[in-house]
């Protein structure tokens, strides 16, 4: 099992910048493509962004592409979110999660393990 600790989440004026961080331990964190979901109020989890092993993949919704950009340093353990342009509608609880696989999946249930989340807040 992989422990997740995810921070950086806050409160931001629409047009902002966030960078999320998501500290990883247990389980060899540099083996699983990583991914970061996010969940509003009454709606369902929903994938961000992920990163495959070594970096060379990434993948992103359509709602985040050229905004947010996702990465990681296996030395450090650590995955990343940069948030930029951020808008209202970005407002949720961001998940980090780690995947038993090297390839991608957007799909929630295809994630092995998850953090407790951070609150990431737009105002307009």
């Known amino acids: 099992q992989v422990q997740l600790v995810e921070s950086g989440g806050g409160l931001v004026q629409a047009g902002g910048s966030l960078r999320l961080s998501c500290a990883a331990s247990g389980r060899t964190f540099s083996s699983y493509y990583m991914g970061w979901f996010r969940q509003a109020p009454g709606t369902e989890r929903e994938f961000v962004a992920g990163i495959n092993w070594n970096s060379s993949n990434k993948d992103y919704a359509d709602a985040v592409k050229g905004r947010f950009t996702i990465s990681r340093d296996n030395a450090k353990n650590t995955l990343y979110l940069q948030m930029n342009s951020l808008r209202p509608e970005d407002t949720a609880v961001y998940y980090c999660?780690?995947?038993?696989?090297?390839?991608?999946?957007?799909?929630?249930?295809?994630?092995?393990?998850w953090g407790q989340g951070t609150q990431v807040t737009v105002s307009s």
């Open positions: 999660a780690a995947r038993y696989s090297w390839y991608y999946s957007s799909s929630k249930t295809e994630y092995n393990d």
